[in-house]
């Protein structure tokens, strides 16, 4: 049977932390809906504690939109917990997402607890997180640079406490692919957790790793990523979605798993949350950038025009982009030039697509890319030569 990974999307949450991402309560609302319609699985709604707005949209989220489980985030303590139970408790599959850092240097600076103070407040918070009803997650910050069997010890605190998602953050994208496989087996191996209890993964994006680190978990034996759309989050970003969920359905001969993604919805949703935060991704980005099915150089639009799969590893429509886009520019061949022509309504003989194609190759040269007006044009004066 195909092993099921399920995605939380922390887009609203995560994503909307970073500089630059924040989200009016409207907004939110609205590409929660639109989250929904995607498919996650989950969808971090936000974190209540951290401000009245943020409350109030995770309460209304949680109130209004059906389908997949509403999480909100809150701190180790009985005050974020309860304020995160009120926002999510309206939902039909409400979820309460606690965490608590377990790194040294986390411990020791940030928290001033010792690790048996910190082992406390997790079982505390996730004790009375599951006391309130919701299902509970629970969180290791910076875990991937914690002692693995101190992880282990406070997964398995955790779980015993209630918990039936143990989350393991890269939270300043520092692991590797390799290693955050082993950390993922080892805590699959040796944590002593009830039947049934999911491994979760979350990583940032600090070296351009997050979403092969992602990938290797998955292989490792987690059934639950977290992402962002468009790759949004804290500094360079959280794993991207679109990439992660392509990945595993391009390459499923390498992990053999489905998503419920529907990712003809990928496109839209990308769109949408370029335009609620007024922030675009840059043309390259993978899957959703503007060059992702565009191609413009002479061979690679002569190849597409003979076979798609030439030069293309999945289909525009697959995640929702109308059509591939054989631009127009000096690297582009005769054979396009004569396609674009034909789509235009031109049908010209050799000769004069000889002529014509010098005249585009010098515009091309002073333009970045030749529009169906230039062509218009280039048409135009050929045939008043004539
Ligand atoms: O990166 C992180 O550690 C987080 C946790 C709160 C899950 O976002
Ligand atoms: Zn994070």
Not at 42 to 63: N, Q, T, Y
């Amino acid at each position: 049977m195909t092993r099921r990974i399920r995605i939380f999307d922390t887009t609203l949450r995560d994503g909307e932390q970073a500089p630059g991402f924040g989200m009016t309560a409207e907004a939110k609302l609205e590409v929660a809906r639109q989250l929904a319609r995607l498919g996650v699985d989950v969808m971090e709604a936000g974190f209540p504690a951290a401000s009245p707005g943020d409350f109030e949209a995770v309460r209304k989220i949680a109130e209004t939109v059906s389908g997949p489980t509403i999480a909100g985030l809150a701190r180790a303590n009985e005050a974020d917990i309860r304020r995160c139970y009120e926002a999510v408790k309206g939902a039909a599959k409400p979820r309460i997402h606690t965490f608590i850092a377990t790194s040294p240097i986390h411990m020791q600076y940030k928290l001033r607890k010792s690790p048996d103070e910190v082992v406390k407040a997790a079982r505390d918070a996730v004790a009375l997180a599951r006391s309130l009803g919701p299902e509970v997650e629970f969180s290791a910050e910076d875990a991937t640079r914690s002692d693995w069997n101190f992880l282990v010890q406070i997964f398995t605190v955790a779980a015993r406490a209630g918990a039936t998602v143990l989350n393991v953050p890269d939270t300043v994208g520092y692991t590797t692919p390799k290693e955050y496989y082993d950390l993922i087996r080892y805590l699959i191996e040796h944590v002593d957790a009830p039947e049934g209890v999911q491994f979760s993964v979350h990583c940032h994006d600090d070296l351009g790793l997050a979403v092969a680190n992602t990938l290797a978990a998955v292989e490792a034996g987690a059934t639950q990523v977290e992402c962002t759309v468009n790759g949004i989050g804290e500094r360079a970003g959280n794993a991207s979605l679109e990439e992660i969920v392509m990945a595993l359905r391009v390459r499923h001969d390498q992990w053999g798993v489905e998503t419920g993604i529907n990712t003809r919805e990928i496109y839209r949703t990308s769109r949408l949350l370029q335009s609620v935060t007024g922030v675009a991704v840059q043309p390259n980005k993978a899957i959703v950038g503007a060059n992702a099915f565009a191609h413009e150089s002479g061979i690679h639009q002569d190849g597409m025009l003979k076979h798609r799969d030439t030069y293309e590893i999945m289909k525009p429509e697959d995640v929702g982009v109308p059509e591939s886009a054989l631009v127009l520019g000096k690297h582009s061949g005769r054979a396009a030039f004569r396609a674009r022509l034909e789509h235009l309504g031109y049908q010209l003989t050799d000769a004069e697509i000889d002529s014509a194609f010098q005249r585009f190759k010098e515009v091309a040269d002073r333009k970045k890319a030749v529009t169906d007006h230039d062509l218009l044009a280039i048409i135009g004066e050929e045939q008043a030569h004539r």
